[in-house]
């Protein structure tokens, strides 16, 4: 064990949606989880497709029917990446969940159950949509009381919790 790493998590749950980029996430998740032998938990949450205003009955159901196959590709994806990336860490125990409830609720239900929670930065003008909302990040900041650990768009995290921020404005919140 790290001596002097108090960062221990016993639970960690990691939020994955459509984007490739959710295996930073993960990667993040499984060298938290390493420190202490914790349990990481997979959760594939999106909002449902949206319907344009303008769709009539025939287009709907075409659309939808679209929609839906494209999500079920991406949650496929995720689960084959989840189950590929935890394999070799026979160490660290985990679990798969998905739930296409809406992604802040399904979010925010699982939270309850972990000691952190892991999630990403909305990616402006991204060419894939992750199929969660632009505001996602800031709802889960006001609606989880779990920590919450949220991974910038951009860049490669080689340390992590070195170098810390601290901002408070001097209410309970």
């Given at each position: 064990?790290?001596?002097?790493?108090?960062?221990?998590?016993?639970?960690?749950?990691?939020?994955?949606?459509?984007?490739?980029?959710?295996?930073?996430?993960?990667?993040?998740?499984l060298?938290?989880?390493?420190?202490?032998?914790?349990?990481?938990?997979?959760?594939?949450?999106?909002?449902?497709?949206?319907?344009?205003?303008?769709?009539g009955?025939?287009?709907?159901t075409?659309?939808?029917?679209?929609?839906?196959?494209?999500?079920?590709?991406?949650?496929?994806?995720?689960?084959?990446?989840?189950?590929?990336?935890?394999?070799?860490?026979?160490?660290?125990?985990?679990?798969?969940?998905?739930?296409?409830?809406?992604?802040?609720?399904?979010?925010?239900?699982?939270?309850?159950?972990?000691?952190?929670?892991?999630?990403?930065?909305?990616q402006?003008?991204?060419?894939?949509?992750?199929?969660?909302?632009?505001?996602?990040?800031e709802?889960?900041?006001?609606?989880?009381?779990?920590?919450?650990?949220?991974?910038?768009?951009?860049?490669?995290?080689?340390?992590?919790?070195?170098?810390?921020?601290?901002?408070?404005?001097?209410?309970?919140?």
């Open positions: 064990r790290n001596k002097g790493h108090s960062m221990e998590y016993k639970t960690i749950l990691v939020h994955l949606d459509a984007h490739p980029r959710r295996m930073a996430r993960l990667e993040i998740a060298r938290l989880a390493a420190h202490g032998g914790g349990h990481v938990v997979g959760l594939f949450a999106t909002d449902a497709v949206p319907m344009p205003r303008y769709a009955a025939e287009w709907s075409a659309l939808v029917e679209a929609g839906e196959q494209q999500m079920e590709a991406a949650r496929s994806e995720a689960q084959a990446a989840f189950q590929a990336a935890v394999a070799p860490h026979p160490d660290i125990s985990s679990e798969w969940r998905e739930d296409g409830g809406g992604a802040i609720e399904a979010v925010s239900l699982s939270a309850r159950y972990a000691d952190l929670v892991i999630a990403a930065q909305h402006p003008d991204a060419d894939i949509d992750s199929r969660v909302g632009s505001r996602f990040a709802d889960l900041v006001l609606e989880l009381s779990t920590p919450l650990l949220l991974v910038p768009y951009t860049g490669r995290f080689e340390t992590l919790g070195e170098r810390v921020l601290l901002a408070w404005d001097a209410s309970p919140q």
